[in-house]
């Protein structure tokens, strides 16, 4: 998604900002998730997805675009490895900048 459309509709509250982060990895994808939890990546120009190095940057990213909160979830890839059908995940809700 467009970073314009999903930067409004986060601020419209028609959908969630999110950080997610899989474990092992150095990338932290932004974007938002509706109310079905579908999860919609900002895109860049070329439409690869926004990939940021730490969470702090993925914080600073929201604070730039005037968002101030976002749920943040940490991914395993290991419980498909195994054949879990149901990844384990951690969710935790993120406060920063300005209020």
């Known amino acids: 998604m467009q970073q314009d459309t999903l930067i409004n509709l986060c601020k419209l509250n028609h959908l969630t900002p999110m950080i997610i982060n899989t474990a092992d990895s150095p990338h932290y994808l932004v974007g938002?998730?509706?109310?079905?939890?579908?999860?919609f990546s900002i895109t860049e120009e070329n439409a690869t997805n926004v990939r940021l190095g730490s969470l702090e940057q993925a914080k600073q990213w929201f604070i730039d675009m005037g968002i101030y909160q976002a749920?943040?979830?940490?991914?395993?890839?290991?419980?498909?490895?195994?054949?879990?059908n149901e990844p384990s995940k951690v969710k935790q809700w993120l406060t920063f900048g300005h209020l």
């Open 32 to 39: 938002a998730k509706d109310a079905d939890g579908n999860f």
């Open 71 to 84: 749920e943040f979830e940490m991914q395993t890839a290991y419980d498909e490895m195994v054949g879990i």
